[in-house]
């Protein structure tokens, strides 16, 4: 491993841009809460960690952002993949306890992205059989670039 990209590894731009999809995404969900990053509890002593969380009048809403501009790579999509099992799982518990409803979303930032759960992939016939929504919340070209820049030193593969 090239040990010279790790140290410019760094998730902090990305989580600044998780920042600002995060007060943008509430008005395309049409959701009313406030939605934040939050760690639960699962199972008697499981604990999973949301980008976002958010309830409202007894619905409860899980969502994780993709915070990946452009198609999504092999190691992407088995994050996806991940991010739907996690947020599966969690809905299943909170419906046993008696939440009334139940919201699953996975948030890209742009439709290139979003195309895994789209079509005829078994990906999107997961997503739609458990219910899990996709949504694309755009970003500004500034915003893009930085995130570009944040994947570019983070692949760490041999230069």
Not at 21 to 43: C, F, H, M, N, Q
Request: charged residues 30%; contains cysteine.
């Amino acid at each position: 491993m090239n040990t010279a990209k790790r140290s410019k590894s760094n998730s902090t731009p990305q989580r600044a841009v998780e920042k600002i999809i995060r007060e943008k995404l509430a008005k395309p969900l049409d959701w009313l809460g406030t939605l934040e990053p939050r760690p639960v509890s699962y199972g008697k002593k499981g604990r999973m960690e949301f980008d976002c969380y958010g309830e409202n009048n007894g619905a409860v809403l899980l969502g994780e952002i993709n915070a990946h501009h452009g198609k999504l790579k092999p190691a992407q999509q088995n994050k996806v993949l991940r991010d739907m099992l996690k947020m599966h799982a969690k809905s299943e518990e909170l419906k046993q306890a008696g939440t009334s409803s139940v919201r699953m979303v996975v948030v890209f930032t742009n439709v290139a992205a979003e195309n895994y759960l789209k079509g005829g992939s078994w990906a999107a016939e997961v997503a739609q059989k458990f219910h899990i929504e996709s949504v694309v919340v755009p970003l500004k070209a500034a915003q893009i670039k930085v995130l570009l820049k944040a994947q570019k030193d983070q692949d760490l593969r041999e230069a």
